[in-house]
Protein backbone atom coordinates (compact mmCIF):
# COMPACT_ATOMS: atom_id res chain seq x y z
CA UNK A 1 0.00 0.00 0.00
CA UNK A 2 1.51 3.60 -0.75
CA UNK A 3 2.20 5.74 2.29
CA UNK A 4 0.82 8.91 2.24
CA UNK A 5 2.31 11.87 0.20
CA UNK A 6 3.68 9.00 -2.21
CA UNK A 7 2.13 8.29 -5.92
CA UNK A 8 0.26 5.03 -6.10
CA UNK A 9 1.53 4.16 -9.30
CA UNK A 10 4.62 4.23 -10.61
CA UNK A 11 5.97 6.45 -13.65
CA UNK A 12 5.91 3.73 -15.60
CA UNK A 13 2.25 2.39 -14.97
CA UNK A 14 1.04 5.76 -15.12
CA UNK A 15 2.50 6.08 -18.82
CA UNK A 16 0.65 3.00 -19.16
CA UNK A 17 -2.19 4.54 -17.92
CA UNK A 18 -2.47 7.57 -20.04
CA UNK A 19 -1.57 5.55 -22.98
CA UNK A 20 -4.24 3.19 -22.74
CA UNK A 21 -6.67 5.44 -21.82
CA UNK A 22 -5.71 7.87 -24.96
CA UNK A 23 -6.69 4.65 -26.85
CA UNK A 24 -10.23 4.50 -26.11
CA UNK A 25 -9.69 1.44 -23.28
CA UNK A 26 -11.85 2.14 -20.39
CA UNK A 27 -10.66 2.67 -16.91
CA UNK A 28 -11.87 -0.72 -15.35
CA UNK A 29 -9.74 -2.86 -18.10
CA UNK A 30 -6.68 -0.08 -17.46
CA UNK A 31 -7.34 -1.06 -13.90
CA UNK A 32 -7.00 -4.54 -14.45
CA UNK A 33 -4.23 -4.39 -16.85
CA UNK A 34 -2.31 -2.13 -14.45
CA UNK A 35 -2.93 -5.32 -12.19
CA UNK A 36 -1.56 -7.98 -14.08
CA UNK A 37 1.63 -5.58 -16.16
CA UNK A 38 2.79 -4.19 -12.84
CA UNK A 39 1.68 -5.86 -9.52
CA UNK A 40 -0.51 -2.29 -8.64
CA UNK A 41 -3.87 -1.75 -7.37
CA UNK A 42 -5.59 0.75 -8.68
CA UNK A 43 -9.96 1.64 -8.47
CA UNK A 44 -11.24 2.31 -12.37
CA UNK A 45 -12.06 6.18 -10.42
CA UNK A 46 -8.29 6.74 -9.88
CA UNK A 47 -7.33 5.22 -13.07
CA UNK A 48 -9.96 7.48 -14.82
CA UNK A 49 -7.87 10.82 -13.40
CA UNK A 50 -5.07 10.07 -15.90
CA UNK A 51 -7.91 11.13 -18.62
CA UNK A 52 -7.71 14.84 -19.54
CA UNK A 53 -10.90 15.01 -21.18
CA UNK A 54 -12.68 13.32 -18.11
CA UNK A 55 -13.76 16.02 -15.47
CA UNK A 56 -11.70 13.50 -13.16
CA UNK A 57 -8.34 14.26 -15.04
CA UNK A 58 -9.14 18.18 -14.64
CA UNK A 59 -5.69 18.56 -12.58
CA UNK A 60 -3.57 16.45 -14.69
CA UNK A 61 0.36 17.69 -15.13
CA UNK A 62 0.85 19.02 -18.48
CA UNK A 63 3.62 15.84 -19.27
CA UNK A 64 1.01 13.42 -18.57
CA UNK A 65 -1.74 15.90 -20.81
CA UNK A 66 0.71 16.34 -23.58
CA UNK A 67 1.44 12.31 -23.59
CA UNK A 68 -2.12 11.63 -23.78
CA UNK A 69 -2.90 13.87 -26.92
CA UNK A 70 0.03 13.15 -28.53
CA UNK A 71 -0.81 9.21 -27.87
CA UNK A 72 -4.18 10.12 -29.19
CA UNK A 73 -3.16 11.58 -32.02
CA UNK A 74 -1.27 8.87 -33.24
CA UNK A 75 -3.89 6.14 -32.35
CA UNK A 76 -6.46 8.02 -34.76
CA UNK A 77 -4.34 8.74 -37.45
CA UNK A 78 -2.36 5.28 -37.59
CA UNK A 79 -4.29 2.48 -38.03
CA UNK A 80 -1.32 0.33 -39.25
CA UNK A 81 -0.60 -1.44 -35.82
CA UNK A 82 -3.85 -2.37 -35.02
CA UNK A 83 -4.56 -5.91 -37.26
CA UNK A 84 -7.64 -6.60 -37.53
CA UNK A 85 -8.16 -3.31 -39.28
CA UNK A 86 -6.68 -5.46 -42.27
CA UNK A 87 -8.89 -7.46 -44.71
CA UNK A 88 -6.16 -10.45 -44.53
CA UNK A 89 -6.15 -10.38 -40.69
CA UNK A 90 -10.24 -11.04 -40.40
CA UNK A 91 -10.26 -13.16 -43.73
CA UNK A 92 -8.00 -15.53 -41.68
CA UNK A 93 -10.03 -14.97 -38.66
CA UNK A 94 -13.34 -15.55 -40.53
CA UNK A 95 -11.76 -18.69 -41.98
CA UNK A 96 -10.44 -19.94 -38.42
CA UNK A 97 -13.91 -19.64 -37.06
CA UNK A 98 -15.12 -21.29 -40.03
CA UNK A 99 -12.89 -24.13 -39.44
CA UNK A 100 -13.85 -24.61 -36.20
CA UNK A 101 -17.80 -24.71 -36.58
CA UNK A 102 -17.60 -27.11 -39.82
CA UNK A 103 -15.64 -29.46 -37.31
CA UNK A 104 -18.19 -28.73 -34.74
CA UNK A 105 -20.95 -28.92 -37.15
CA UNK A 106 -22.40 -25.85 -36.92
CA UNK A 107 -23.03 -25.69 -40.43
CA UNK A 108 -25.53 -22.75 -39.97
CA UNK A 109 -22.78 -21.01 -38.28
CA UNK A 110 -20.23 -22.12 -41.08
CA UNK A 111 -22.74 -20.54 -43.90
CA UNK A 112 -22.61 -17.34 -42.07
CA UNK A 113 -19.31 -16.86 -42.01
CA UNK A 114 -18.93 -17.77 -45.06
CA UNK A 115 -21.21 -14.75 -46.26
CA UNK A 116 -19.18 -12.85 -44.05
CA UNK A 117 -15.87 -13.75 -45.82
CA UNK A 118 -17.37 -13.28 -49.13
CA UNK A 119 -18.90 -9.62 -48.64
CA UNK A 120 -15.21 -8.97 -46.95
CA UNK A 121 -13.48 -9.76 -50.14
CA UNK A 122 -16.16 -8.03 -51.91
CA UNK A 123 -15.92 -4.46 -50.08
CA UNK A 124 -19.30 -4.67 -48.52
CA UNK A 125 -17.94 -3.44 -45.10
CA UNK A 126 -16.26 -0.62 -46.74
CA UNK A 127 -17.35 3.00 -47.26
CA UNK A 128 -16.15 2.67 -50.96
CA UNK A 129 -18.77 2.79 -53.92
CA UNK A 130 -18.05 3.50 -57.30
CA UNK A 131 -21.16 4.73 -59.79
CA UNK A 132 -19.99 4.62 -63.58
CA UNK A 133 -21.42 5.32 -66.57
CA UNK A 134 -21.81 6.58 -69.80
CA UNK A 135 -20.55 5.28 -73.07
CA UNK A 136 -17.77 2.89 -73.31
CA UNK A 137 -16.04 5.03 -76.10
CA UNK A 138 -16.19 7.50 -72.88
CA UNK A 139 -13.87 4.96 -70.63
CA UNK A 140 -17.01 4.29 -68.28
CA UNK A 141 -17.21 7.79 -67.09
CA UNK A 142 -18.67 8.65 -63.96
CA UNK A 143 -22.47 8.90 -63.86
CA UNK A 144 -23.49 13.14 -64.24
CA UNK A 145 -26.14 13.77 -61.58
CA UNK A 146 -28.13 17.09 -61.34
CA UNK A 147 -30.78 18.22 -58.28
CA UNK A 148 -33.19 20.03 -59.13
CA UNK A 149 -35.28 22.02 -56.69
CA UNK A 150 -39.11 22.96 -57.47
CA UNK A 151 -41.32 24.84 -54.88
CA UNK A 152 -44.57 24.01 -55.04
CA UNK A 153 -47.36 25.97 -53.46
CA UNK A 154 -50.50 23.77 -51.93
CA UNK A 155 -53.18 23.66 -54.37
CA UNK A 156 -50.64 23.46 -57.59
CA UNK A 157 -50.44 20.21 -59.37
CA UNK A 158 -46.74 19.61 -60.42
CA UNK A 159 -46.20 17.95 -63.84
CA UNK A 160 -42.83 15.99 -64.42
Not at 87 to 92: D, M, T
Amino acid sequence: MAQRGEPKLTVEARTYAVQALACFDAPSIVAAAIKKEFGLTATPQAIEAYDPTKRAGHKLAERWIALFHETRRTFLEDTSKIGISHRAVRLRAIQRMADKAETMGNIALAAQLHEQAAKESGNAYTNKRQLVGGKAEDGDAPIQTEVVVRFVRPGDVEVA
